[in-house]
């Protein structure tokens, strides 16, 4: 058995690809566009490792707010540098919702709230400003 991805529907493609692409540092790996059932997948991956994924499926006419269910917890991912990450996304006006305030983890929303954890690779940075001494804000 293989991992192959985790799909996510979306309802702004540029801004979803803005956080995932621009933010995150993931990058498109293909994308599929679906005129006959009016909807695009596009599958995302980290540089480097292509084996895990994520899939953004796009309703081209749906105009529904999706709901984040219960049993979906959060994508998670390693990063180089977490507070460089998290000051990219805060620059693009993303809300740090965990702030990295023990320089190992952080969470963040995408613009259709699926929760994204970061995870400083090779064990926590130590403890810096503005991160340790920010609150928590909203939900993750």
């Not at 493609?13 to 990058?27: H, K, P």
């Not at 977490?82 to 805060?90: D, K, N, P």
């Not at 305030?101 to 613009?111: C, E, I, K, L, T």
Request: hydrophobic share 35%; net charge negative; charged share 25%.
């Amino acid at each position: 058995m293989k991992y192959l991805h985790t799909m996510v529907r979306v309802t702004d493609v540029d801004a979803s690809l803005r956080f995932y692409c621009e933010g995150l540092g993931l990058r498109e790996v293909r994308r599929n566009d679906y005129p006959q059932g009016r909807f695009t997948l596009i599958f995302l991956a980290a540089p480097g490792d292509e084996s895990a994924q994520v899939e953004l499926t796009h309703n081209w006419d749906s105009q529904e707010q999706y709901g984040i269910g219960r049993a979906f917890g959060h994508l998670a991912y390693e990063v180089d540098d977490i507070y460089a990450t998290c000051q990219r996304l805060q620059d693009m006006g993303v809300t740090i919702n965990r702030p990295p305030r023990d320089g190992r983890m952080a969470f963040v929303r995408s613009p259709d709230r699926i929760s994204v954890e970061l995870l400083q690779k090779g064990g926590a940075k130590p403890p810096a400003e503005p991160w340790a001494s920010m609150p928590n804000t909203g939900e993750w």
